[in-house]
């Protein structure tokens, strides 16, 4: 059974700020239909100012700068990372937010897996790294995210997903990005209590060919056990059963905190409570990147 919140994401026509509702954008998995809900677009959120948009440049009036008080347009590029263990929601939460806010997501996972799939020198080498499910050596992933940060998409700023692991890899990308004149804006840590976890990934389903996941209480697909994007028929991975689960959701706290620690010295981390509707979530979301600037803490 659908819940109560899924259904209350659907938003009445004309009112989403991407376009009508049952418009998927090409190449995204998420139709607007089934994301957009009134209650997260106050118009303080969804205003595009007119020179932003005649201009082509994003802004973020939302935000505070950092220089001047509430108001104040930013016109910065927006980076962000999204920090949740396995099953926190994080990929759906990403999805939203990358077309909330118009920037790109770059996922370590998704670029080695890329790599892999295209055969190249590099893909062999990190192939390995990803079948015993250990980390791929900071250079190398570093020399992946120097690339796709290269990429003109990336010029309005980044989400950050399953990047940065390590606090090696969390201090070159602040290098990274102060050599771009940029900085972390924000790092949200969507947060869930273990056992809640272990059973949402229980009965996750996935779809073998987009990736997009699924519950059957939390997330259904809409017909049957098929993929909403692509019909594929859906699929449970090894490692969502309950005892992979555990560890991997160990192995990840074991990593992350050390990097948390790193952002927390900065002041941009903002804990997300990761229980409830997506919508839910998404809400406290966009109200931690709406209410925070950087130098607030968390
Ligand atoms: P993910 O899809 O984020 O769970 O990543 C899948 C696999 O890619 C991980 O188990 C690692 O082997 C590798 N990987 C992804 N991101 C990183 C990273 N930031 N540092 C090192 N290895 C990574």
Redesign the pocket.
Known sequence: MRPAGFAAAVAPAGRCPFGPPGSPRPGSPYTRVRLCSPSLFSPALTRTPPAAASSGRRTWPWLASSEGGTGVTRSDPLNMTLFGP?GSGKGTQAGFLVEHFGIPQV????L?RGEIKAGTELGQK?KT??DR????P?DI?LKVVRRRLARPDAGRGALF??????VG?AAELDRMLDQMGRRMDRVLFVQVPREVLVSRMAGRLTCPRCGRTYHPELAPPRSGGLCDVDGAELVMRDDDRPETARRRITVYLEQTLPVLAHYRQQHVVSDIDGTGSIEEVRGRILRAIDGRRRGDGS
Do not use: E, I
């Open positions: 396995p996922s370590t996972g998704d080695f990190v790294y990803l499910g250990d980390l791929v900071d992933t997903d399953g990047f940065p692991r390590t890899q």
